[in-house]
C-alpha cells in the first residue's frame, strides 16, 4: 500500500542505505578485540563472559547493587558498579556504561539481549566513542524497530508480508475504514510495540473502537506513542524465525529456523529448532526471504526475522530483532556454531565463519524456559531466594545456561528468569524425551516456578505431535493446568523419607550411625523390643494428611492411607547435601524420589512431579500476625512500591486501584477487594515487599 508516510519512509531508508554501505566500505579493517565490556547481567551475561574466555579476550561486567553478587560479576575478569537497583539508574544509563568501557579499556561493547542492545542511541554513542558495538549499524536498528518502517522496507524487498495498514492518517475513522477493507478478525498493534504491549485483536466491527482505544492506551503509558497499524488477523498461527548473519563484506546466511509458537502473555515458553512439520520447500523459501531482509538493511551481525506463518505454510514477515535472541542455543546446538562467537568475530572486522553451502543442521533441540512464576496464577511472576537448586548434569546434549546458583536470590527488579535448559538429540522424539527427562531432575525450593508446567506442556499429546499455534495454551487449558492430586505412592514416599530423617537426624549428625529403634528417637508411643506405631501429619495446601504407620523390627512398615488402604513399604534413604534421596518398595513396586525439607515445608520431587506439603507447626510457634483480613489489600507477588493511589481516610468502592507495584519489569494494579475506608497504609513508595504482605489496611464502610 502507498501512503504519503510509506514514501517518505521508503525516501529515509534509501539514504540509509547509502550512508551504510559507505560506513560499511569504510569499516572492514579488522579490528581485534582483546577487551570486552558487557552491558547486561544474569545469564546472557554469563554467556558472553564463556564465549569471550575461551577466544582469550578479558571480560568487563557491570552491575547494580542488587547484583554485588551475582555470578556474572564472579565470572568477570573485571567488574564495576553502575547504580542502585532499578535498570533506569544502572543497566538503562547510557553514560554511565560508557564511562566503564572508557575507564577499563574494552575495545567492544556487548549488549546482550533487553537492556541497550536495540537502543540506536547507544549504538551511536558506541560509534561517537569509537567503542566496536557488537550488533548492527544504529541505522538498521531504528528502521526494524518501527514496525510501519520495516513493513514497507520489507515489502519492497520481496519480503511476504500480511495485508494491512500502515498510513499516517491516525484518525479513528480512517483506522476503522481501513479494518472494515482488511476485513475481520483484524490485529491492531502500536508501531513502536513490544512484548504484546499495545496489542488487540478486534474479532468483530463492533468490538473494535472498544479494542482501538484499550491498545491506544496502553502503548501511550508502555512507549510514549500511541500511532497503531492494522494487520489482517490470521487465526491459529505458528511463529517461526529465522537465525541471519551478515557481515560488512556483504556476505549473508541463515542457520535455519526456530518455532517459537508456544507463549504465555505473548512472551514464549518453549522453542525448538528446526520448526516441525516444514517441506524442505518451505524451509529453504523462508530462510531465503530471512536473508532478503537482512540484505535490505545492510545487516551486521546476529539478527532474527520472525514471521507467522499460517495452516498452509504460507508465511508472513512479523519483525526483525535487531539482537541476538533468547533462544538462540538451540540453532548452536543443530549447527554446532557459537553464535556468541561469530558476533564478536564479524564485530572486529572478519567474515562470516562459514558460506550458505557450508552450513548444515543436524539433530533437534529444545529449549525450556525456566521463570520465577506461578503458573496456576495466569504466570504470577515471583522472586526470592533459590534455597535449594539441583539441576541435570550438563553433557554434549545438555546445556543449562543460567545465572544464578543456589543461595542467590531472584530479583524483583529484573525479569524473573532462572535458566533455558536446552536439550539435544538425534530427532524431534528423542529430543523431546530427553527434554522431559531433563525437566524431572530440575529441582528449585524457595520459589514457584513453572517447571510442572513446563512437563505438562511437553508431554502433551498435541505438542509432541508438533501441532503447535500462539493460542496453544489457552486451547489446550484444561489439559495444561489440572488437578493433580496426591498419590498414594506420593504420601508413602513423604512418609518414609519424614520416618527415617527424623530418626537419623534428630540426636545425631550421622545419618548411619543411629540405631532407628532408640528410645531417644523421634516418635511418641515407641517400645524397646516392640514394633512401633505412629501416626504422620501432613498438609496438602489447607486439606490434613494422615498416614498410619507400623514399623517392624526388620525394617518394613504397613502404611494404611486416608482412603483406608493398606501398602506394604520398604526402603532407605541417603543424604546428598540439602537433598535426602529415597529408594523403596511400595507393595512390590521400585520406585526413587528426592525430599528437600525446609522449615515446615516438604518438596518431594518424584517421577510424578513435585510437591510441597506444609509439616505441622506446634501451636507455641505458630505466628500471631496475620496477613490481613478479607478486605485488606496484600501484594499479590514480590515487588517494588511505585505508587500509593490512596490516602488514609479514603473511601474506595470494591475494583478501586489502591497501589501500583513493580515487578520482574512489568506493572500491577492492586485493586479494593471490598468497598471500604483506607484505615492504614502499611507500605510506602519505593520499600521492596514479599509477596502476601499486608499493603492497606481496609475498614467496611
Not at 566503564?100 to 536495540?118: C, I, Q, T
Not at 512418609?495 to 523421634?522: C, E, G, H, M
Not at 513396586?589 to 515446615?600: D, Q, R, W
Request: hydrophobic share 35%.
Amino acid at each position: 500500500m502507498a501512503s504519503r508516510f510509506t514514501n517518505t519512509k521508503q525516501i529515509l531508508r534509501n539514504l540509509t542505505r547509502s550512508r551504510s554501505c559507505n560506513q560499511r566500505e569504510a569499516s572492514t579493517v579488522t579490528q581485534p578485540i582483546d577487551k570486552i565490556l558487557i552491558a547486561n547481567r544474569g545469564e546472557i551475561a554469563c554467556r558472553v563472559i564463556r564465549t569471550a574466555k575461551s577466544l582469550g579476550i578479558r571480560s568487563v561486567a557491570v552491575y547494580s547493587e542488587a547484583d554485588r553478587e551475582s555470578m556474572h560479576v564472579a565470572m568477570a575478569d573485571e567488574a564495576y558498579l553502575i547504580g542502585p537497583p532499578p535498570a533506569n539508574q544502572s543497566y538503562l544509563c547510557q553514560d554511565k556504561i560508557m564511562h566503564v568501557a572508557k575507564h577499563s579499556g574494552a575495545k567492544a561493547v556487548h549488549p546482550g539481549y533487553g537492556f541497550l542492545s536495540e537502543n540506536t542511541e547507544f549504538a551511536e554513542l558506541c560509534e561517537k566513542e569509537n567503542i566496536i558495538f557488537v550488533g548492527p549499524p544504529a541505522s538498521a536498528i531504528r528502521d526494524m524497530g518501527i514496525k510501519s518502517t520495516s513493513k514497507a522496507i520489507m515489502a519492497s524487498a520481496g519480503v511476504p508480508i500480511i495485508e494491512g495498514y500502515h498510513g499516517e492518517d491516525q484518525s479513528d475513522e480512517r483506522l476503522r475504514k481501513e479494518a472494515d477493507k482488511i476485513g475481520f478478525p483484524v490485529m491492531i498493534k502500536a508501531v513502536r510495540g513490544g512484548g504484546g504491549k499495545g496489542m488487540r485483536i478486534a474479532l468483530t466491527k463492533e468490538e473494535f473502537d472498544t479494542q482501538l482505544e484499550s491498545a491506544k492506551t496502553e502503548a501511550m503509558k508502555s512507549f510514549g506513542d500511541q500511532i497503531m497499524l492494522l494487520e489482517k488477523y490470521v487465526e491459529t498461527p505458528r511463529h517461526v524465525e529465522v537465525q541471519v548473519f551478515g557481515d560488512r563484506h556483504s556476505n549473508y546466511v541463515y542457520l535455519f529456523e526456530r518455532d517459537c509458537s508456544v507463549q504465555r502473555r505473548h512472551q514464549k515458553v518453549i522453542e525448538e529448532a528446526p520448526a516441525p512439520g516444514l517441506s524442505e520447500e518451505v524451509r529453504k523459501s523462508i530462510g531465503e526471504a530471512a536473508v532478503r531482509a537482512a540484505e535490505a538493511v545492510n545487516y551486521v551481525g546476529a539478527g532474527t526475522v520472525e514471521f507467522i506463518m499460517d495452516k498452509n505454510q504460507k508465511f508472513y514477515f512479523m519483525e526483525m530483532n535487531t539482537r541476538l535472541q533468547v533462544e538462540h542455543p538451540v540453532t548452536e546446538m543443530i549447527t554446532g556454531t557459537d553464535l556468541v562467537e561469530w558476533q564478536i568475530r564479524v564485530a572486529s572486522g572478519e567474515k562470516i565463519p562459514k558460506t550458505q553451502k557450508e552450513l548444515k543442521f543436524k539433530g533437534h533441540a529444545f529449549e525450556a524456559r525456566i521463570y520465577a512464576e506461578d503458573p496456576n496464577s495466569n504466570f504470577m511472576p515471583g522472586a526470592g531466594p533459590l534455597l535449594h537448586l539441583s539441576t541435570p548434569a550438563p553433557t554434549d546434549s545438555i546445556r543449562i545456561e543460567t545465572g544464578v546458583r543456589q543461595g542467590d536470590e531472584v530479583s524483583v527488579h529484573y525479569d524473573p528468569m532462572i535458566a533455558k535448559l536446552v536439550v539435544w538429540s538425534e530427532d524431534r522424539q528423542s529430543a523431546l524425551q530427553r527434554t522431559i527427562a531433563a525437566l524431572n531432575q530440575y529441582q528449585v525450593v524457595g520459589l514457584s516456578t513453572n517447571i510442572q508446567f513446563l512437563l505438562d506442556l511437553a508431554k502433551h499429546p498435541e505438542f509432541q505431535a508438533g501441532n503447535v499455534n500462539t493460542d496453544f495454551i489457552p486451547q489446550y487449558s484444561d489439559e495444561l493446568f489440572p488437578s493433580r492430586p496426591l498419590t498414594n505412592r506420593n504420601l508413602c514416599q513423604a512418609a518414609l523419607v519424614l520416618i527415617l530423617w527424623r530418626q537419623r537426624s534428630l540426636y545425631t549428625k550421622n545419618i548411619d550411625s543411629l540405631d532407628p529403634y532408640s528410645p531417644f528417637s523421634w516418635s511418641c508411643g515407641t517400645r524397646i523390643n516392640e514394633d512401633r506405631k505412629q501416626q504422620v501429619t501432613l498438609f496438602d495446601g489447607d486439606e490434613e494428611v494422615k498416614v498410619d504407620v507400623i514399623q517392624y523390627r526388620d525394617g518394613s512398615f504397613d502404611m494404611t492411607t486416608p482412603d483406608g488402604i493398606q501398602h506394604q513399604v520398604t526402603g532407605d534413604i541417603d543424604r546428598d547435601d540439602d537433598q535426602i534421596k529415597s529408594t523403596c518398595f511400595i507393595d512390590g513396586i521400585k520406585t526413587t524420589s528426592s525430599v528437600v525439607i525446609n522449615g515446615n515445608s516438604l518438596h518431594l520431587f518424584s517421577g510424578d512431579g513435585s510437591y510441597e506439603l506444609k509439616l505441622p507447626v506446634p501451636n507455641y510457634m505458630k505466628s500471631s500476625l496475620a496477613t490481613g483480613a478479607a478486605g485488606d489489600a496484600v501484594a499479590p507477588m514480590p515487588g517494588v512500591i511505585e505508587r500509593v493511589v490512596v490516602s488514609e481516610g479514603s473511601t474506595v468502592e470494591q475494583g478501586d486501584p489502591l497501589v501500583i507495584m513493580i515487578a520482574m519489569k512489568m506493572e500491577y494494579v492492586i485493586k479494593a477487594p471490598k468497598a471500604g475506608v483506607v484505615e492504614k497504609i502499611v507500605h510506602q513508595v519505593g520499600e521492596t515487599v514479599a509477596k502476601g504482605t499486608l499493603l492497606i489496611h481496609m475498614k467496611e464502610d
